[in-house]
């Protein structure tokens, strides 16, 4: 049995928008037996440009039932069936986020007939639902209204289904197939079909539920060939262009999570569908792939990367010295706005603040001078005897500027020039990433007899790469762990 289903809604995010109408349409594999059809009351307003698009008004779902009332009919209509829609995780995502907000875990197996058509119907120019139903002569009614689209859904997955009979079908294209189905009749209500499934049918179908998690123009085969391997992996279009690129321990364990979870909104939907093709690169070490990754990021600039094309860590703790020979501990921006490169970069300037406070505490700074207290005189903390009176002038910056430098010491690099020795992407290879002068140099390889007694010696062995606020944190969070095969090589 299968549950054809399609919502109308307030938005594109599953996360804040509600359903405002929704149909359902059970298929028992030959025919149409069951429907039905209801707008929803979302409890809030209907935007403008959703109006528009579907035509569904406030005034329209004013008296209609809310989403509780008519979840059991939901529950029970779909009970025991394979959960249809064309770009399926849309759909899913919203009637798991309208049943879990009640408190019921709503779960069902999917099938998408975007996925479907791309695998039994290839060639098409266009495989949304109003451009596909057009070009192979499926009658649509009230588009973007629950009821006619879910019901051009329902034809076209009989249609799917019937293509699934032919039994030269490998060997027809997909023309042929199309004017085999074009001269059945549509099933619907009330219509006669064979009695049994065709072990073709069962197997396509089985290979379509089994697959519904993936984009349409990823194969199970190009999942299953990943490996489960350390590195990083990139997302192209269909003109092979990068529009995202991640990083894992395990590549191909990463991607099934990327591919498993319910979209969040539109713009998730439509990320995952462009998805025509993945590629990677094995790093060995965790850490190559951490950095790697934040290279290529700002290098290529993907599109479905944007929020961390800049920085992921876009506030910092700074340092520099007032007229009076203070050094002073600051937070701020650390964007593109700031050409300073923090001691320290943080998630936000709230976190940013916070680890400054903690660092004024523990090392008896002076809060005027960290930037915590705007006064004209004395801080806070010189009327309560925690200043020692660098605010005032009372205590020389000598003294004070050695609690700043201890201060440093703590959230630096703990050594100046170093090298990390990890695992290499073969047994016979080790990774190296250098760091001189508490800069970062870039990573390389080497053959795991390789030996070097000066930093040069490493420096020489690595690809350069630019040094940058992100990198920096993504090493000082690395090292404060210590790694199984791993060694830091200290120098100076």
């Known amino acids: 049995m299968y549950a054809i289903i399609d919502l109308e809604t307030t938005g594109g995010q599953p996360a804040n928008d509600r359903i405002t109408e929704l149909a359902i349409f059970v298929h028992d594999g030959q025919r149409v037996v069951d429907s039905y059809t209801t707008l929803v009351n979302p409890g809030r307003a209907i935007p403008p440009f959703i109006t528009q698009l579907t035509g569904i008004t406030n005034d329209m779902v004013a008296d209609a039932p809310r989403f509780h009332e008519v979840a059991r009919k939901v529950v029970e209509m779909t009970e025991g069936c394979v959960f249809v829609a064309h770009n399926v995780r849309f759909d899913y995502s919203f009637l798991k986020k309208e049943f879990a907000d009640l408190g019921y875990n709503y779960s069902r197996k999917t099938l998408c007939t975007v996925r479907l058509s791309r695998s039994l119907i290839p060639g098409q120019p266009s495989y949304s639902l109003g451009k596909l139903c057009q070009n192979i002569g499926i009658r649509l009614e009230g588009r973007h209204r629950a009821a006619g689209d879910a019901e051009a859904t329902a034809v076209l997955f009989d249609r799917l289904l019937k293509i699934t009979q032919a039994s030269d079908l490998a060997e027809a294209n997909a023309a042929d197939a199309l004017a085999r189905v074009d001269a059945l009749a549509p099933a619907g209500r009330g219509a006669t079909a064979e009695k049994k499934p065709s072990p073709r049918r069962v197997a396509a179908m089985a290979q379509a539920i089994k697959t519904a998690l993936l984009p349409p123009l990823i194969t199970p085969e190009k999942v299953a060939a990943l490996p489960q391997e350390t590195g990083v992996y990139?997302?192209?279009?269909?003109?092979?262009?990068?529009?995202?690129?991640?990083?894992?321990i395990n590549i191909y364990k990463r991607i099934q999570q990327h591919f498993a979870v319910d979209v969040k909104s539109r713009k998730s939907l439509d990320f995952k569908n462009s998805i025509a093709d993945i590629t990677y690169e094995l790093t060995g070490s965790e850490l190559v792939a951490l950095l790697y990754e934040s290279h290529l990021i700002k290098q290529l600039k993907p599109a479905y990367n944007r929020a961390q094309r800049r920085s992921v860590f876009p506030a910092g703790i700074y340092l520099k010295t007032d007229e009076n020979g203070y050094k002073c501990l600051y937070y701020g921006r650390a964007d593109a706005r700031n050409s300073e490169i923090p001691i320290i970069a943080l998630g936000n300037q709230y976190k940013a603040q916070g680890f400054l406070y903690h660092k004024v505490a523990k090392y008896n700074l002076c809060q005027k001078l960290c930037g915590l207290y705007k006064t004209t005189g004395a801080c806070f903390d010189y009327q309560v005897h925690r200043c020692?009176?660098?605010?005032?002038?009372?205590?020389?910056?000598?003294?004070?500027?050695?609690?700043?430098?201890?201060?440093?010491?703590?959230?630096?690099?703990?050594?100046?020039?170093?090298?990390?020795i990890g695992t290499g992407r073969r047994a016979d290879e080790k990774s190296l990433v250098v760091i001189e002068n508490g800069r970062y140099v870039g990573f390389g390889y080497v053959d795991e007899t390789f030996s070097a007694r000066k930093l040069a010696d490493f420096r020489e062995a690595v690809k350069p790469y630019a040094d940058n606020k992100d990198v920096q944190q993504i090493i000082r969070q690395y090292v404060r762990t210590k790694r199984k095969g791993e060694q830091v090589k200290i120098f100076g």
């Open 388 to 420: 020692q009176g660098a605010c005032v002038g009372q205590e020389p910056p000598e003294s004070y500027n050695q609690r700043v430098d201890e201060a440093i010491d703590s959230i630096t690099y703990e050594h100046e020039s170093f090298v990390i």
């Open 234 to 248: 990139y997302f192209h279009n269909e003109a092979g262009e990068v529009i995202y690129v991640g990083k894992s």
